[in-house]
């Protein structure tokens, strides 16, 4: 019970500090002030005057939430260790009885939770111009809103492993690339390697069998257009595909950090 306790509060203190930090850096109060000025008009405009196409407005403004929930998560997962290291704050922190282990999980938590709480603004933000101009709560609205933020949680683990392994520049550029490529191509890429030969089509397979699949949380066609929802067992399915991608780069994370000095 008394080692319980402890961990505990290990982990409310570490998610308490990772929530703090994002929401003390200027530019995440920039991108909330940048979302509501884009999203609300795009969500509650009617292109000459049909409503119907107000639709394809309210696809661009979940495709903003889409890059602005990226930003907010790759930058929190890349800054969690690095500035640490350089600072050398780390030798306090990994002072008994916390951890590496401990500290990896519990700044991963914490970036999490503060990245979901930027994502859950944008999504209030959006539901709000939402039933504005006539719409409502839908199955496929919180199918949406889990599969996102189970993206988040992939994003800032895969950030977060980059982190102990390139510069900081290179990480974010490396993450993003990885899961935009992935979102927009991800689909498409079994056709490509069977259209090409050689090379080219084993680099297509190898890149679907271990790239990021941001793909399968995408539900901005369903959400907006009104197909309904997927099936729970398809629910299931992606959030532990997302459980396990995200617990890989964990583990790796926490390979690299044990044998990284501080």
């Given amino acids: 019970m008394k080692r319980m306790r402890i961990f505990l509060l ?23 002030v940048l979302g509501i000025a884009l999203m609300v008009p795009l ?42 290291f350089d600072s050398r704050t780390i030798l306090p922190l990994l002072s008994k009885p916390i951890s590496r282990g401990r500290l990896l999980f519990g700044k991963y ?26 719409g409502g709560f839908s ?7 889990v599969f996102h933020m189970a993206f988040v949680a992939v994003a800032v683990a895969l950030a977060l492993a980059g982190s102990l392994l390139v510069t900081p520049s290179a990480n974010l550029t490396l993450c993003a690339v990885a899961l935009a490529g992935m979102f927009f191509f991800g689909r498409r890429l079994p056709e490509y390697a069977k259209e090409v030969n050689g090379v080219l089509a084993s680099v297509c397979r190898f890149v679907y069998a271990v790239g990021p699949h941001a793909e399968f949380f995408d539900m901005r066609q369903r959400l907006v257009h009104g197909w309904g929802g997927v099936e ?10 997302g459980a396990v991608y995200a617990g890989a780069c964990l583990g790796f994370a926490a390979l690299v950090l044990r044998k990284r000095r501080a």
Avoid: C
């Fill in 232 to 241: 729970w067992t398809v629910v299931a399915a992606v959030l532990a595909y």
């Fill in 139 to 145: 199955v496929e609205l919180v199918q949406a809103v």
């Fill in 109 to 134: 938590l914490g970036a999490v939770t503060a990245s979901w709480s930027a994502l859950l603004f944008f999504y209030a933000l959006f539901v709000g111009s939402m039933i504005a101009h006539g």
């Fill in 10 to 32: 290990q982990m409310k203190a570490l998610v308490k500090l990772s929530f703090v930090e994002l929401w003390r850096r200027n530019d995440i109060f920039g991108l909330l």
């Fill in 43 to 84: 969500s509650m405009a009617s292109p000459f005057g049909a409503s119907g196409a107000s639709r394809y407005l309210d696809e661009m403004a979940l495709l903003l939430i889409w890059g602005f929930s990226l930003f907010v998560a790759l930058g929190t997962g890349s800054r969690l260790f690095p500035p640490e």
